[in-house]
């Protein structure tokens, strides 16, 4: 039994060229799902399992023979047929497949220019590895510049996935330093009201991993801190956490793993602190219509607009969890 992992092809010409390093060089990887049906068409000896960690496959037709590679009566694939050699990588050794090189026809559904990254080797038949200062600056213990990062931001966006890897980005924002160090491994904040939604949350309780990104108005640079989340009632951290004089009800703790500073590029590109380059009110998205459209309500997005602003008036400084939250 072969378990699948990768299939790849080349046009019948680049198999012509490159046969002897067919593995080694400029390997295109075939989307889709490979299945045991398929096998037969394939000329398998054996069973393909379709419970192979990369499903890959396309619909094949034989069309000829592929002779040595090189030798004079090599003539190409036939006319309109996107051919090659096909291989399949298995979990222990590389084969051809089939053992007869025999020329196939790739279905017309695939798409020559179609190419997709799905390893970090692909990756880096791109991209150089990361080296110098981007791995240098990671630190794994938060110091007195981390300190004081926080202590000027009032803003940062909270990521993290549920058990099935289903991704949420939340942002968070408060006064200037609304999230704590509580010591060297460890950073805290209060849950402000919202929309009980609860995503992050959720994804809290069922995978602690998150990753954190903050701000400070104005400036380019931005600190990442990536760790794990736990969600704590403790008394003394919600009163420490207190909310306009209230104590919290949930206060979120992250255990860092790793913090960095983040270039400046993404927001010299954005000219995000560039108030020339910010739209006129007249310009900007309307959140009231959008959620009109989208929630299919039945009102004008003017009535939407003050329900919007009277809740933000009523629950902006109220703890997360407090009955007054919408």
């Known amino acids: 039994m072969i378990r699948v992992t990768t299939l790849f092809a080349r046009t019948a010409e680049a198999?012509?060229?490159?046969?002897?390093?067919?593995?080694?060089?400029?390997?295109?990887?075939?989307?889709?799902?490979?299945?045991?049906?398929?096998?037969?068409d394939l000329g398998l000896i054996g069973e393909v399992t379709p419970d192979s960690t990369r499903h890959v496959g396309v619909e094949v037709t034989r069309v000829g023979d592929i002779p040595r590679p090189h030798?004079?009566?090599?003539?190409?694939?036939?006319?309109?047929?996107?051919?090659?050699?096909?291989?399949?990588?298995?979990?222990?050794?590389?084969?051809?497949?089939?053992?007869?090189?025999?020329?196939?026809?790739?279905?017309?559904?695939?798409?020559d220019e179609r190419m997709t990254i799905d390893s970090t080797e692909g990756l880096r038949e791109i991209y150089r590895p990361a080296s110098g200062g981007p791995i240098d600056k990671?630190?794994?213990?938060?110091?007195?510049?981390?300190?004081?990062?926080?202590?000027k931001s009032p803003f940062f966006v909270l990521s993290t996935a549920d058990g099935n890897g289903r991704c949420d980005g939340s942002p968070k924002g408060g006064a200037p330093g609304f999230v704590e160090m509580l010591d060297e491994h460890r950073v805290a904040w209060a849950d402000y009201s919202g929309n009980n939604r609860l995503d992050s949350f959720e994804n809290i309780v069922d995978n602690a991993g998150v990753a954190l990104l903050f701000l400070i108005p104005g400036l380019s640079e931005t600190l990442r801190i990536n760790g794990h989340a736990e969600l704590s009632t403790d008394p003394e951290l919600?009163?420490?956490?207190?909310?306009?004089?209230?104590?919290?009800?949930?206060?979120?703790?992250?255990?860092?793993?790793?913090?960095?500073?983040?270039?400046?590029?993404?927001?010299?590109?954005?000219?995000?602190?560039?108030?020339d380059s910010w739209l006129g009110d007249d310009q900007r998205p309307n959140a009231a219509a959008i959620v009109k459209d989208h929630a299919a309500y039945d009102i004008p997005a003017e009535i939407i607009e003050q329900a919007l602003e009277e809740n933000l008036d009523a629950t902006l400084w109220v703890p997360g969890g407090d009955d007054a939250s919408t």
């Open 15 to 40: 198999t012509a060229a490159y046969y002897g390093d067919y593995l080694t060089k400029n390997k295109h990887e075939l989307p889709g799902q490979w299945t045991g049906k398929q096998a037969p």
């Open 71 to 111: 030798s004079d009566d090599w003539l190409g694939p036939a006319s309109g047929h996107r051919s090659g050699l096909l291989c399949v990588v298995d979990n222990i050794h590389t084969r051809y497949l089939p053992a007869r090189n025999e020329l196939f026809k790739i279905s017309d559904s695939w798409q």
């Open 138 to 151: 990671v630190i794994s213990a938060l110091d007195d510049h981390c300190r004081d990062f926080l202590a």
């Open 238 to 275: 919600r009163e420490r956490f207190a909310v306009n004089g209230r104590p919290a009800k949930v206060v979120a703790i992250v255990n860092v793993d790793e913090a960095y500073v983040h270039c400046a590029k993404a927001l010299r590109r954005s000219e995000l602190w560039d108030t």
